[in-house]
């Protein structure tokens, strides 16, 4: 198999998405390429259990990409392995009335992880540099002071808003949150093919929706913004992976790849015996024994 670090897919300098492949040729066989991602599994549930016992870091991994890219399937197949206890995935849909109350960020920050365990935002708060640049309209339904048209939706309206998700990463990478962010980078040809299997596999029509079709007139909109997005805010603390989505094997692949070669960069370690028991285990195991 293809040999592939994390700094394959890192984006550490300016980007052009339309100059970035959506399917890389890993050299392998769909078998190989689960099995492959199977023992990848297993060493992160180790790396898991080690960095939950060592509760000194915990992890936030976010998700972005086109509908269909394959974010579902994705946390699935790579989080299987994984303590149940240990991972907590969140799905940011529209924001309810109750989280309309708050600022945009609230709702994410409430739903990071604790130390010891991983979170996966399934759409994340890029949404709110996304979806509303998309959609400048949504931005009404926040309420915000001196923003009373869309005409008051400035380009320093963007910035401040880039700014402040900035802001927030380092604050919580400081604070011992390890982030990986991914944008799963998926083909509009690819796209059409998934959205009409969804309308040809009965099992699969449930996932379908006529908004899909209206959201698919916007795709130059959403890549712009996806650029600008990846560009703005891969920073050492907190890098974004661009990973080629038109494969959703290789795609998972690679996403649990780079997670265990970015997690591999600390030392973990269980906590040591206090010295008082360590010197008496012997004694311990002994009263356990004798109790048949």
Same mark, same amino acid.
């Given at each position: 198999?293809?040999?592939?670090?994390?700094?394959?897919?890192?984006?550490? %300098?300016?980007?052009?998405?339309?100059?970035?492949?959506?399917?890389?040729?890993? %050299?392998?066989?769909?078998?190989?390429?689960?099995?492959?991602?199977?023992?990848?599994?297993?060493?992160?549930?180790?790396?898991?259990?080690?960095?939950?016992?060592?509760?000194?870091?915990?992890?936030?991994?976010?998700?972005?990409?086109?509908?269909?890219?394959?974010?579902?399937?994705?946390?699935?197949?790579?989080?299987?392995?994984?303590?149940?206890?240990?991972?907590?995935?969140?799905?940011?849909?529209?924001?309810?009335?109750?989280?309309?109350?708050?600022?945009?960020?609230?709702?994410?920050?409430?739903?990071?992880?604790?130390?010891?365990?991983?979170?996966?935002?399934?759409?994340?708060?890029?949404?709110?540099?996304?979806?509303?640049?998309?959609?400048?309209?949504?931005?009404?339904?926040?309420?915000?002071?001196?923003?009373?048209?869309?005409?008051?939706?400035?380009?320093?309206?963007?910035?401040?808003?880039?700014?402040?998700?900035?802001?927030?990463?380092?604050?919580?990478?400081?604070?011992?949150?390890?982030?990986?962010?991914?944008?799963?980078?998926?083909?509009?040809?690819?796209?059409?093919?998934?959205?009409?299997?969804?309308?040809?596999?009965?099992?699969?029509?449930?996932?379908?929706?006529?908004?899909?079709?209206?959201?698919?007139?916007?795709?130059?909109?959403?890549?712009?913004?996806?650029?600008?997005?990846?560009?703005?805010?891969?920073?050492?603390?907190?890098?974004?992976?661009?990973?080629?989505?038109?494969?959703?094997?290789?795609?998972?692949?690679?996403?649990?790849?780079?997670?265990?070669?970015?997690?591999?960069?600390?030392?973990?370690?269980?906590?040591?015996?206090?010295?008082?028991?360590?010197?008496?285990?012997?004694?311990?195991?002994?009263?356990?024994?004798?109790?048949?």
């Amino acid at each position: 198999m293809k040999s592939l670090k994390s700094e394959d897919f890192k984006v550490s %300098e300016t980007i052009k998405l339309s100059e970035i492949s959506t399917f890389i040729n890993v %050299e392998t066989s769909e078998k190989k390429k689960e099995k492959q991602l199977q023992k990848i599994r297993e060493k992160l549930s180790k790396v898991q259990d080690k960095m939950y016992a060592h509760n000194k870091y915990s992890v936030l991994i976010c998700l972005q990409g086109m509908d269909t890219a394959g974010k579902d399937s994705l946390i699935r197949e790579v989080f299987k392995e994984f303590n149940a206890r240990g991972v907590v995935v969140n799905s940011f849909k529209t924001p309810s009335s109750n989280e309309l109350e708050h600022d945009y960020l609230w709702r994410h920050y409430i739903a990071l992880p604790e130390k010891g365990k991983f979170s996966v935002f399934n759409r994340t708060h890029y949404e709110n540099v996304l979806i509303t640049k998309v959609h400048p309209n949504y931005i009404m339904n926040e309420n915000i002071p001196e923003i009373e048209n869309i005409e008051d939706i400035t380009e320093e309206f963007w910035e401040n808003r880039f700014e402040s998700i900035n802001a927030f990463e380092k604050h919580i990478a400081t604070n011992g949150i390890i982030i990986m962010k991914f944008f799963l980078h998926l083909s509009k040809e690819e796209q059409r093919q998934r959205l009409l299997r969804r309308l040809e596999k009965e099992k699969h029509n449930w996932k379908f929706s006529p908004d899909d079709l209206k959201e698919r007139l916007l795709w130059d909109d959403y890549q712009n913004c996806y650029e600008e997005i990846l560009n703005k805010t891969s920073k050492e603390h907190a890098p974004w992976f661009i990973v080629p989505a038109d494969n959703k094997e290789t795609a998972r692949y690679i996403v649990a790849k780079t997670m265990l070669d970015e997690l591999n960069k600390y030392e973990f370690h269980y906590p040591e015996l206090d010295q008082e028991v360590k010197d008496n285990i012997k004694m311990y195991h002994d009263k356990l024994s004798s109790e048949k």
